[in-house]
């Protein structure tokens, strides 16, 4: 059980709201650096690149760490999305590192109905890249399961996870 314990480190649940148009036949909503990630799939054949910027504020409040997320997601098909990414450079006092490079499927299990949300499954994993100064290389597993509704021109996602 201790073993468990350990591997558990989160669980993640978010939302997010989007006030959408309902005349526009293709939309973009960024999965990263949020937590909260649309359910929808881009159409196959397209390419999708998202680049971010994240600030942390370390435990005592007084450090910052600066990161460069990026997220590179190839439909496959309209059920299926390839994912690769990482959270990218990572400047902090005493350390500057390219975090672990993450791997992962996105699967489409339902479409959204009059009343039902429509539902994927994305699990990736986290590899670490080679040692460097102030890095701490590990292996890591996410399980998210979303659910994505439009209500009016509202567009409402909410995403449950795991990460070990």
Request: hydrophobic share 40%; with cysteine.
């Amino acid at each position: 059980m201790r073993a468990v314990r350990c591997w558990m480190r989160a669980c993640l649940l978010s939302a997010n709201a989007v006030h959408a148009d309902p005349n526009e036949d293709r939309q973009v909503v960024a999965c990263w650096p949020t937590v909260t990630c649309t359910a929808g799939l881009a159409p196959p054949g397209t390419v999708e690149l998202e680049l971010g910027y994240q600030l942390r504020r370390l435990s005592d409040h007084a450090i910052h760490q600066h990161g460069t997320p990026i997220l590179l997601k190839l439909p496959l098909a309209s059920w299926i999305e390839a994912q690769l990414g990482s959270n990218g450079l990572t400047i902090a006092p005493g350390a500057r590192y390219f975090d672990n490079v993450n791997a992962g499927i996105k699967l489409h299990a339902l479409d959204q109905g009059e009343r039902r949300p429509s539902v994927p499954l994305t699990v990736a994993a986290s590899v670490p890249t080679a040692s460097q100064r102030g890095y701490t290389r590990a292996y890591d597993l996410f399980a998210t399961v979303r659910a994505s509704k439009d209500i009016g021109t509202w567009h409402v996602d909410w995403n449950a996870g795991l990460y070990a």
